[in-house]
């Protein structure tokens, strides 16, 4: 990687880190089922934080209130002090990127035009450049290729980059949809369970790829079940049980915490009474 | 055991050549006895052009049997054509063609027996010819697509395969008995389907792919010399300008549903906004706001008004989508041709007439050159017609560039990825309600402008040229011709207006014969006839070899990355 490959999201050196993101007891309730209660949530600069719970603890749906498809009950997130704006594509121009736990690629784009998606959010040409093809448009357009080849550089996806997203083996898929992340130019981004379905080879060489994004100056929040993943990767990990935050702190403290095996495995009390 | 198995397919190879070449014989024959019957096939060595045509066909299929003798002294070139197969579709072709003539002579000569022996030995031999090339065993994939050429010899092809274009089409639309039209209908497919067999289309297709802008400018061409060919006759000309006022519109549906595959029912809508628009500001006597105004002016405010319409519609039903928009949109369309039956100064203010329309809109005028007028130029009576075809010609070049400069920008990308995945789409920062509209909004301005230029072709407008049929057919040209494509939609909007013009013979038999049509392409082929590379996959899910057929050409047509050293690597 030659030229810095980011504009914004850098980290100070040797400063204090700021916070980027805070959510504030974000509450969401479908009809009578409370999904997410109450959860706050910190992220730093440059950190990566892990969010886990047994399935159905309500990851994915906080994810989604962080990233303006659900509207929170109540409750508020916001990004370097200021309120995230309530729809998807807002959040993604204040700097929020995510992936989907079951990826959701533009399956007959090539991985290139994929990665061209998400320049969109940057970029300014109108209808008027586009038809008169004016010097935006080709400035635009020139910049934005040179962009989603390095992005797919970066994610080891260069030599696949007319290969249509359909057809790209199951890990690319995944750092393929990372590299469209990338390319909205965040400060933060959301991983939902990135590993899923990998293989060990698989998933080290995406702790790896997280691992260099983070060092891009970007922020990173991933929900994921691999827990030597995330004990690995993270600085600090929440851990979410039916909605509601049963602890957030260090790998070794939630590692260590009975009640997060608990959670996951039932009690032992539980067992023996069955 | 090989060896015999060897032994014979030589045998039924010379027999295959043999056959062939007797069969080249027959066209010194007369096959018909009556003069009238199809081009006049009664003369001993004096071969009709249709006889000639069958020649072509036969040759290629015995040059083609005959290719496996001179293998090792075959060119770069030749090595890569599937003989083979070539052999078969060109034998199996010429035997079709010559059927298909035969039938003709019976039925416009009335009987059999108006069918002399040449025309049967012509049958016969073709079939021999077809049936021992079927025998033989087929050839690899053609390799045709993937050989690299000089430009000059590309360009070449290009222009060469344009002017066989322009002759075939005008030699077919000339063509006054419809026994004449399909027979010669007949001959073009099998050209087709032989060029497909051989790889020659593949070639073609990547020289094209290679070559965009002489295409383009070849294409164009052809379009601008062909009322030359139609000897001050205005028939043709007319059916032509429906053509091209159907794919204008046509192409704006385009956006629409097949970049954005937002399915609207009721297109036609946008066109009659246009039409009425222009009809409205003519200087016919029963306009209604009759004002002076340069045409091109007219063009922009028809073309305004339709994608404002476009904005009203779009506005409130985008927020519903797959069936539920189409419903809307086919409501819609007949809100529109209800409401210019109204305003009519009875049941509202009157700016249409109601149901007689605006008729008599004079012709257009530019800088004293009458369009309604015949003039005479190179030799040739140029007629009403052919003066409003180029008018509509500047039209349909105006519509594609924006078709297509729009299809490859962001707006295109991201219009793409909302048809893919529309919460994805939002999820990466694509405005997609805004993109929607705006895929509305300029369809319905490609659909207003066609409009305009309608108003003054057909003299007259009214609420009943505007039906949901028409709509339907909008729609049907788009999913026939191949969702996305410009090529596609060309074709098809070609097609639904052409056949019922030629056909008039099952006028009545119209609607269900095309009822059958569709049915059968949805079945066989759904991606349309020039098929998008991408969308053909969304029909053809499980098929993982298309897919990697289509990456390899996306790969070699127009890599992105560094064009020269992928194509190289491909190829």
Request: aromatic share 8%; net charge neutral; hydrophobic share 50%.
């Amino acid at each position: 990687m030659s030229a810095p490959v980011f504009a914004s999201g850098a980290t100070k050196p040797g400063g204090e880190r700021g916070v980027l993101l805070e959510a504030r007891d974000v509450t969401m309730r479908f009809g009578g089922l409370t999904a997410v209660k109450q959860v706050s949530l910190q992220v730093h600069d440059g950190e990566i934080v892990g969010l886990i719970g047994p399935n159905g603890a309500g990851k994915t749906t906080f994810f989604n209130c962080l990233t303006g498809l659900y509207k929170p009950t109540s409750g508020q997130v916001t990004l370097r002090g200021d309120v995230l704006p309530p729809k998807p594509r807002d959040v993604v121009k204040a700097g929020v990127a995510r992936t989907f736990q079951n990826i959701r690629l533009f399956h007959n784009m090539t991985a290139m035009e994929n990665v061209m998606v998400g320049t969109y959010c940057r970029t300014k040409a109108n209808v008027i450049d586009a038809i008169f093809r004016l010097p935006r448009h080709r400035r635009e357009e020139k910049a934005s290729t040179a962009r989603a080849g390095e992005l797919l550089a970066f994610v080891g996806l260069a030599d696949k980059a007319n290969t249509l997203s359909r057809n790209l083996p199951y890990g690319d898929q995944r750092r393929l949809e990372i590299a469209r992340a990338l390319a909205t130019d965040p400060s933060l981004l959301l991983l939902d369970e990135p590993t899923a379905g990998m293989n060990p080879n698989e998933t080290r060489d995406a702790e790896d790829l997280i691992f260099r994004i983070r060092d891009l100056g970007l922020a990173i929040l991933v929900i994921e079940h691999d827990m030597r993943f995330i004990f690995n990767l993270c600085d600090r990990v929440l851990c979410l049980v039916q909605g509601e935050v049963l602890i957030d702190g260090t790998g070794d403290e939630v590692q260590n915490d009975p009640r997060v095996i608990e959670a996951y495995l039932g009690s032992p009390q539980a067992e023996a009474g069955d | 055991m090989t060896e015999k198995l060897l032994a014979r397919a030589g045998a039924v190879r010379v027999a295959g050549v043999v056959a062939a070449a007797l069969g080249l014989v027959t066209v010194l024959l007369p096959w018909a006895y009556g003069k009238t019957a199809l081009d006049n096939m009664t003369y001993f060595f004096g071969p009709s052009f249709l006889q000639l045509c069958y020649a072509i066909l036969l040759l290629v299929a015995l040059v083609a049997l005959a290719a496996k003798w001179f293998r090792g002294r075959l060119g770069r070139f030749a090595k890569a054509v599937a003989w083979a197969d070539t052999a078969k579709a060109a034998g199996l072709g010429a035997a079709g063609y010559a059927l298909a003539c035969l039938v003709a002579i019976a039925v416009q000569n009335g009987g059999l027996v108006m069918i002399e022996p040449g025309g049967w030995a012509a049958f016969g031999l073709a079939l021999v010819t077809g049936g021992a090339a079927l025998v033989l065993p087929g050839s690899a994939k053609p390799t045709l697509g993937k050989l690299k050429s000089p430009p000059w010899v590309q360009i070449l092809a290009i222009a060469a395969a344009m002017a066989v274009v322009l002759f075939a089409a005008a030699y077919e639309l000339n063509r006054a008995d419809i026994e004449d039209f399909l027979v010669f209908g007949c001959f073009a497919v099998a050209v087709v389907v032989v060029g497909r067999a051989a790889g020659l289309f593949g070639w073609l297709s990547l020289a094209a792919a290679n070559n965009r802008r002489v295409l383009s400018l070849a294409a164009f061409a052809v379009a601008f010399a062909f009322p030359f060919t139609q000897n001050g006759s205005d028939a043709n000309m007319s059916v032509a300008n429906q053509v091209l006022i159907f794919a204008a519109t046509a192409m704006g549906l385009n956006i629409v549903v097949g970049l954005v595959g937002l399915l609207d029912m009721g297109y036609i809508a946008f066109l009659g906004a246009g039409a009425f628009t222009a009809a409205v500001l003519s200087k016919s006597a029963f306009a209604t706001l009759s004002v002076d105004l340069p045409f091109p002016v007219t063009v922009l405010i028809s073309g305004v008004v339709a994608s404002l319409l476009g904005l009203l519609i779009g506005t409130p039903t985008l927020r519903v989508s797959g069936d539920y928009l189409a419903i809307v949109t086919l409501a819609f369309g007949e809100i529109f041709r209800i409401t210019m039956n109204n305003l009519d100064g009875v049941d509202g203010p009157n700016i249409t007439n109601g149901s007689n329309g605006v008729p008599a809109i004079p012709n257009l005028d530019f800088f004293g050159f009458n369009l309604g007028q015949v003039h005479h130029f190179l030799g040739v009576d140029l007629g009403r017609q052919s003066n409003y075809y180029w008018l509509l010609l500047v039209v349909i070049a105006v519509v594609i560039v924006v078709f297509s400069n729009l299809a490859h920008s962001r707006i295109g990308r991201g219009w793409v990825a909302i048809r893919e995945d529309e919460l994805a789409a939002e999820a990466m920062g694509v405005n997609t309600f805004a993109l929607k509209l705006l895929a509305f909004a300029g369809g319905a301005f490609l659909a207003g402008m066609a409009g305009s230029v309608k108003a003054y072709r057909d003299t007259a407008v009214s609420p009943d040229q505007f039906v949901f049929l028409e709509s339907a057919f909008l729609l049907a040209a788009v999913v026939l011709g191949g969702m996305g494509t410009i090529g596609g939609v060309l074709i098809g909007a070609t097609l639904l207006k052409l056949l019922p013009e030629k056909l008039r013979f099952f006028e009545d038999y119209r609607l269900l014969l095309f009822g059958a049509l569709m049915v059968l392409m949805m079945r066989f082929r759904p991606e349309g006839i020039v098929a998008d590379e991408r969308r053909q996959l969304e029909f053809h899910d499980a098929d993982e070899e298309l897919a990697e057929e289509v990456e390899e050409d996306l790969v070699s047509h127009h890599s992105l990355l560094n064009p020269e050293t992928d194509r190289g690597a491909v190829a």
